[in-house]
């Protein structure tokens, strides 16, 4: 079986779900350790196109519940993630060397958002996204 090609934010995205279940904001916060540019549409954006090609999978929402459609969009503002065992098999080929490679500033967008730039900051992040899931506190799932 061969190995899926991993861009560098993809294979940064896996790097935050390397260990554990994580959320748009973990991984977000993660993912801008490594590349301070890096811009939560990008994130959100890579999030999307690996649960599309089965190497990230939402394992539950916001309060830990059961995914009930998986193929929801606004899962990705709302999940916890893991790397399924193909995203595994990926990230582990691709070697962590490649994900500090330096990679050109830019803005990705996709899909009905695809004409509109987000860039928040990470407290305005966290604020809406308490507001979104009805101000209750985060915990992991499980």
Known sequence: MSTATLSPDELEVLNATADDF???????????????????????ATVHTLVARDLLAPRADENGQPISRAND?????????????????????????????PRPSRKSRFGAWSDIAVDLPLDVFQETRREMSGGSGESPPG
């Open 22 to 44: 994580e959320n748009l904001e973990q991984i977000f916060q993660s993912v801008r350790l490594a590349h301070p540019s890096t811009s939560l549409t990008v994130v959100a």
């Open 73 to 101: 969009p606004s899962l990705v503002w709302r999940a916890w993630f893991e790397m399924t065992p193909l995203g595994r098999e990926a990230w582990s080929s691709a070697g962590r060397e490649a994900a500090s490679a």
